[in-house]
Structure formats: structure tokens, C-alpha cells
């Protein structure tokens, strides 16, 4: 007879040939699959999330959009990853920005974004269901569906974080599902080894979502620990988990051997450029994006269910079933935490990197009858309702520097270039360049690129004065955003090369001395 580990009961014992037998809604040992009650609810939030998406398919591109999409565009043969620019994000995200210029452009890029925020809605009510039956399904797939489509968080055009978000849940999902299976099966292997193909397929999107490798690797410690699962169950789902991680590691492997990539240029654009990153921001806290950040996450309902997923831990101790993936969840949470922080940037969009522990944490506690439970449920319906609000002013609040104006200013500026125009934005806002349909010859289409790569500007001023200067340079925010080294040294090359032509929509617009166009007095501003 088996004694227990101090601080854990033998009096829950896991269901037969292991696995985590059901808390509620199923009987024990049962396989998690979703039932008709469970593939309702979900299916209707799935409509929900694709309701907030509905009005935005046709949309002007965003900036991250519209620097993507130049980027597939443009994919070939060149000095970097991904031919003549470099970003810092993965592959696999600009395979997808591919596949969206080969459908057709903007509506193809949108319509993909659809498919993934409904795949992120499913894999939440899919672990939910399988931690609580179908009430969690419901409460856990609202949530989803709000994250996955709010336009507080951006998330209702194509955001790589979204999609990232959505590779994580599934991983979770399919590691919970893996988990619960009562025998070694074909299927639990499968499970298993989706789960950490999907876990590493995340960082090849957004290179800081580590949450479904965290999830994966806490839950079937803990469920080892609390005797969920025997050593050898443990060992079984954890070979084929790091199998799952391997495939899409050599399938990159695969792609750098039969084609132009190079490892090194695998490393550096991916993971080596954050890395380098991370000195530029963390000199420059702004501290009212992260005011802004707190205020939104409030309207959201993000802190009232992460405050009541950490109150809800009493309720699901009493089920020690459930408290193996209330510790993953956790983990998760500190995992997105730091990812967040290291980011930098606390942009809005920041919070979809909780979005995976919110939603799973949402299951595991919504189904309590405790006052976390029901904070947890109210929780949920804030968000909901929160996304319908958000949406309600994305469409009848528009700024002044909305993708809309930067959209118009973009195609006002293409009505007067002539083919084989190029440009160059300052800092930032690609979507005015794709709007023109214009490339830049300097390579870093971000502000934080030319902050990491070029502090000092010697690139750019370089490629202004080189043979293939930009056509036009459009200078959409100040020169001076941040501290130059020589403040002046960008304002002799352009006052030397280029001439002031126009100023519609709120930017500048300089045209090489050298040439001449015939340009609009002025801009249909969005």
C-alpha cells in the first residue's frame, strides 16, 4: 500500500488506469469528449466572436498589418529572414500574412483571423468541459470569445497575439485532454504530442508565449505529485509532449536546410533581435501606457477573474482532481506576466498573453458555489459586454490617427508617385506604405527596430544619401520621438536631399530634390 506524500491524501484516488477523473458534469473516468449541451454553448459563442469581427472585415490594414502584409509580399532571397526587412516575429506568422497575400490580400488576411479566433473560443470551451462539464465549457468560451475579438485589446483584426493566444489554449486543451485519457492509447499519444506542437508553434508566432509549454509541463508534475497520474503515466504523456515540441523545431530545421534561411538568420530575427530589445525598453518605462493598460484590463473584466481565480484556489483544493490545473494556470499566468514586462511596450494588445490562463482559469472556477464562482461568472459577462461596447465605439469614435486616416493618407500619397517609387515613414505606421503601394529601401519598418538596430540613425541617413534613397519620405511623427545622439544630423540629410511638398492628414511629406510629381493640394482624411 502507497503512503502518501506529506501534505497530499490517498482518499481521492485518480480514476482507473490514471488519469484526472472529472470534477463535475461527467461521470468519472469518462473521456472528456464535448457533449451536445457543451458544443452548443461554445458553438454560440463562436458566433459571438465572429459577430464583434463582422463589422471590421473590410477595414483599413492596422500598422502591424500593414508592415506584415508588405513583408510576405516581398518574401525572397536576402540579407535577412525574411528578404530585404527584418521583424521580430516568427515564421510562422508571416507564413500566415503569406498565405493571406496569396488569397487576396486584406478580406483573406481577415477572414484567417476569423479561423483563429473561432479555433481559440473552441479550444477554451474544450478544456473547460473537460474540467467542470458544460457550464465551464460556456463561462470559459464567453470569455474567449470576447478576448478574441475585442477592440479594446485590438484584437478584432489580425493580431499576432491573437493568434498565438489561440495556439496556446489549444495546447493547454489538448494537454488536459491527454492527461484525462484512463489508458495508453494512440489517442493520448496524439494528444500529447499536439499539445507541445502547438506549444511550440505559439513561440514561432509571438516569441514570449510560452504558456502551453509551462501549462503542459506543471500539469502532469502536479498530477504526478497528487498521484493523478503514476510515474509511468507521467513519463508516457511527457516523451510524446517533447516529441510534439521537436516536430515543429524540425520542420524550421527542414526549411533552413532545403532553401536560402540560415540558421543564423533563424536565431537572430526571431529570438537574438528581442533579446537585444529588451536593453532599448527597459530604459524607457511609459508609465501611462501601463496606467492605460490597468484601466482597460478593469473594463474588461481581466483583474476581477484573475482576482477571483486566485480566491477560487480554497474551492478547488476541496477537489484535488482539480488542483493540478489550478497550478498550471497559475504558472501560466506568471510565465505571461514576465513575458509582458519584457515586452516593454504595454500596449493594449499586451493582455491577450493572459488571455489562455484567464479563460482556463475561468473554467476551473466558474463552476464553484462560492462567491469566487460567482465573481468569476459576473467576470465573464463583463467581458462580454465590454466587447460589445468596444466595438460600439471602434465604429463611432474614430481618431485622429486611426488606420482609417493613415489609410487615406497612404492611398493620397500613391495617386501621385509613379511606378517604382519608394518611401520611407517616420517611425513606423507600414500601413501608410501598403496603403501606397509602395516598399521602403531601409529595412527596419518599426520604430523599435531602427531604436535597437540603428540608435544612431547611420543606416538611415546612409540610405537617404545612397543611390536608392526613398522617392518620398513621410514623417508621420517627429524626428525627435526619442533622444538622438545628434538631433541634427537626420535634419541636414533631408534638408540637403528632399523638399516639403505637402502636410495633409497631420504628417509630412518630402519628395527627393531630384524629381518631380504631380500631387493633390490635399488628402480625403479618414
Not at 540579407?79 to 515564421?91: A, H, K, S, T
Not at 495546447?171 to 499536439?194: D, I, M, N, W, Y
Not at 483544493?317 to 514576465?338: D, E, H, I
Amino acid at each position: 500500500m502507497r503512503t502518501a506524500r506529506p501534505g497530499h491524501s490517498t482518499g481521492d484516488a485518480p480514476a482507473p488506469g490514471g488519469g484526472l477523473p472529472h470534477s463535475g458534469g461527467a461521470p468519472v473516468g469518462e473521456r472528456a469528449r464535448p457533449r451536445a449541451g457543451s458544443a452548443w454553448l461554445v458553438g454560440l459563442c463562436v458566433l459571438f466572436t465572429l459577430a464583434l469581427r463582422a463589422p471590421f472585415l473590410t477595414w483599413p490594414l492596422m500598422q502591424d498589418e500593414g508592415g506584415l502584409l508588405i513583408i510576405a509580399q516581398e518574401w525572397h532571397e536576402g540579407p535577412f529572414l525574411y528578404g530585404d526587412y527584418l521583424v521580430g516575429r516568427g515564421i510562422v506568422l508571416l507564413l500566415v500574412f503569406a498565405l493571406a497575400d496569396a488569397l487576396g490580400d486584406v478580406v483573406a488576411l481577415r477572414l484567417l483571423a476569423c479561423v483563429a479566433a473561432a479555433a481559440l473560443v473552441v479550444a477554451a470551451g474544450w478544456a473547460g468541459h473537460q474540467l467542470w462539464g458544460r457550464a465551464a465549457a460556456g463561462w470559459s468560451a464567453l470569455a474567449a470569445a470576447a478576448y478574441a475579438s475585442t477592440y479594446a485589446f485590438s484584437s478584432h483584426v489580425m493580431n499576432e497575439r491573437m493568434v498565438a493566444a489561440a495556439l496556446v489554449t489549444l495546447s493547454c486543451a489538448c494537454a488536459l485532454a491527454a492527461v484525462r485519457e484512463r489508458q495508453p492509447s494512440r489517442r493520448s499519444t496524439t494528444l500529447a504530442v499536439s499539445a507541445g506542437a502547438a506549444a511550440t508553434t505559439a513561440l514561432l508566432v509571438v516569441q514570449s508565449y510560452a504558456g502551453g509549454l509551462v501549462f503542459a509541463g506543471v500539469l502532469v508534475l502536479a498530477s504526478w505529485w497528487s498521484r493523478a497520474l503514476t510515474g509511468r503515466q507521467a513519463m508516457r504523456i511527457a516523451r510524446a509532449g517533447v516529441l510534439g515540441v521537436l516536430v515543429p523545431v524540425a520542420a524550421l530545421a527542414v526549411a533552413v536546410a532545403v532553401s536560402w534561411l540560415t540558421a543564423s538568420q533563424v536565431w537572430f530575427q526571431i529570438f537574438g533581435y528581442r533579446l537585444r530589445a529588451v536593453g532599448v525598453i527597459s530604459t524607457d518605462l511609459p508609465l501611462d501606457r501601463i496606467g492605460t493598460l490597468l484601466t482597460i484590463a478593469g473594463f474588461t473584466g481581466v483583474l476581477l477573474l484573475l482576482l477571483c481565480f486566485l480566491l477560487g484556489h480554497r474551492g478547488v483544493r476541496r477537489r484535488p482532481v482539480m488542483a493540478p490545473a489550478w497550478w498550471a494556470v497559475l504558472a501560466m499566468l506568471l510565465v505571461a506576466g514576465t513575458g509582458m514586462v519584457i515586452g516593454g511596450g504595454w500596449y493594449a494588445d499586451y493582455l491577450l498573453e493572459l488571455a489562455p490562463a484567464v479563460v482556463i482559469g475561468t473554467a476551473l472556477v466558474a463552476g464553484q458555489r462560492t462567491w469566487a464562482g460567482v465573481g468569476m461568472r459576473v467576470g465573464a459577462v463583463v467581458a462580454a459586454v465590454s466587447s460589445v461596447v468596444a466595438m460600439t465605439l471602434g465604429l463611432t469614435v474614430p481618431t485622429q490617427n486611426s488606420a482609417a486616416n493613415e489609410t487615406a493618407f497612404g492611398q493620397w500619397l500613391g495617386t501621385g508617385a509613379e511606378e517604382g517609387d519608394t518611401a520611407v515613414v517616420l517611425w513606423g505606421n507600414a500601413n501608410v506604405l501598403q496603403a501606397a503601394g509602395m516598399t521602403s529601401p531601409y529595412p527596419y519598418l518599426w520604430a523599435l527596430l531602427t531604436q535597437t538596430l540603428d540608435p544612431d540613425l547611420e543606416l538611415m541617413r546612409s540610405t537617404l544619401r545612397g543611390p536608392d534613397a526613398p522617392t518620398w519620405i513621410v514623417e508621420w511623427h517627429d524626428r525627435e520621438t526619442w533622444p538622438l545622439p545628434d538631433p541634427y544630423a537626420l535634419d541636414a540629410v533631408i534638408e540637403d536631399r528632399y523638399r516639403l511638398v505637402a502636410s495633409p492628414c497631420g504628417g509630412d511629406v518630402y519628395l527627393l530634390r531630384t524629381e518631380q510629381r504631380e500631387i493633390d493640394p490635399s488628402a480625403l482624411c479618414g
